[in-house]
């Protein structure tokens, strides 16, 4: 079972190239070079050199790199499509994407780029909530994910983006849904308190409690805690493989369910067994 590690993703501004060099030795498992919010206008087109250069030097190790470009309608989005799709990104994440219409229009402008390039959505407007479905339906021709933009919803909402994240819990879970749906990763927002470890810990964990794949970050201190929150943990390691050794016992074949511990775990349940023990093979060690 192949299984990429996205457990903490960290958005460095490509306009920093001390950032992006720092980049290559960080223990982060996805490296997003931002083209888009955190480059000021006027370093736009020295960010979009910046990025299309790290993605081809490389370095990153196992990491993925993924390039966020400006959106359409901006200035700068033709521009950064073209440079990002030449330069071959492991996945190309684009900002705004509120419908199924906006998504084929992006993947219009990726249609030179190789196959196993993903797109990424980022889930951050009302309008993309109530269409949620319609959108992965239609990012399923390439490996994607829902990026889910907590600060822009807020900002539109008028919502108050606190810890516990009240307002936007039932958003969360039905972007999950929506993504797991269609094949689909799914990474949660940032939190921008970036000294605040409790805080982060709390939405890290409870983001892994809803299936999201891990954490959009915007500083390398918080990297430590996704990667513990979104890592298998002893106690779930242990129970993967005590599930797949009880279903693997002679008078268990052809069972639907076998007792493991207190509980009982039905046969398909082994997938996700199989799946605990495979992200704890690629979450052990350095990148």
Same mark, same amino acid.
């Given at each position: 079972?192949? !299984? #990429?590690? #996205? ?8 306009? $920093? ?7 290559r ?7 997003? +070079? ?18 299309? #250069?790290? !993605? ?21 989005? %033709?521009?950064? @499509? ?6 071959r990104?492991?996945?190309i994440? *684009? ?6 219409? =906006?998504?084929?229009?992006y993947l219009?402008?990726l ?5 196993? =390039? ?9 309008r ?5 479905? *319609? ?5 399923a021709?390439?490996?994607? *994910?829902?990026?889910?933009?907590t $600060? ?23 972007a ?7 094949? @689909? ?14 805080? +982060?810990?709390? %939405? ?11 954490? =959009? ?23 993967a493989?005590? *599930? ?14 076998v007792?493991?511990?207190?509980e009982?775990?039905?046969? +398909?349940?082994?997938? %996700?067994?199989?799946? !605990?023990?495979?992200?704890?093979m ?6």
């Amino acid at each position: 079972m192949t !299984v #990429r590690p #996205r457990r903490s993703a960290l958005y460095m501004p490509a306009s $920093n190239q001390r950032a992006i060099d720092k980049a290559r030795s960080l223990p982060c498992d996805v490296v997003i +070079l931002d083209l888009e919010d955190a480059v000021a206008p006027e370093a736009k087109e020295d960010a979009r050199s910046n990025a299309v #250069r790290a !993605v081809r030097d490389g370095g990153f190790g196992e990491r993925e790199v993924v390039i966020r470009v400006n959106a359409l309608g901006t200035p700068w989005a %033709q521009d950064d @499509l073209a440079a990002a799709v030449a330069a071959r990104p492991d996945a190309i994440l *684009a900002p705004k994407v509120g419908d199924a219409e =906006t998504v084929h229009r992006y993947l219009a402008a990726l249609a030179e780029a190789p196959p196993t =390039t993903g797109f990424w959505a980022m889930v951050e407007s009302c309008r993309a909530i109530f269409r949620l479905d *319609a959108i992965a339906a239609s990012m399923a021709v390439r490996p994607g *994910a829902f990026v889910l933009g907590t $600060n822009d919803l807020a900002k539109e909402m008028g919502a108050r983006l606190t810890v516990e994240r009240n307002p936007f819990l039932g958003m969360m879970a039905m972007a999950v849904a929506a993504a797991k749906g269609h094949g @689909l990763a799914a990474l949660d927002g940032v939190y921008n308190a970036f000294d605040d470890e409790a805080g +982060l810990t709390r %939405q890290c964990v409870e983001a892994r409690a809803y299936g999201f794949d891990g954490k =959009t970050l915007i500083h390398p201190r918080q990297i430590e805690v996704a990667n513990r929150a979104f890592s298998p943990d002893d106690d779930e390691i242990a129970w993967a493989r005590a *599930a797949i050794a009880a279903f693997d016992l002679p008078e268990n074949a052809g069972r639907g369910a076998v007792r493991v511990g207190s509980e009982m775990v039905e046969r +398909l349940h082994l997938e %996700q067994a199989h799946a !605990v023990l495979a992200r704890a093979m690629r979450t052990d060690g350095p990148l």
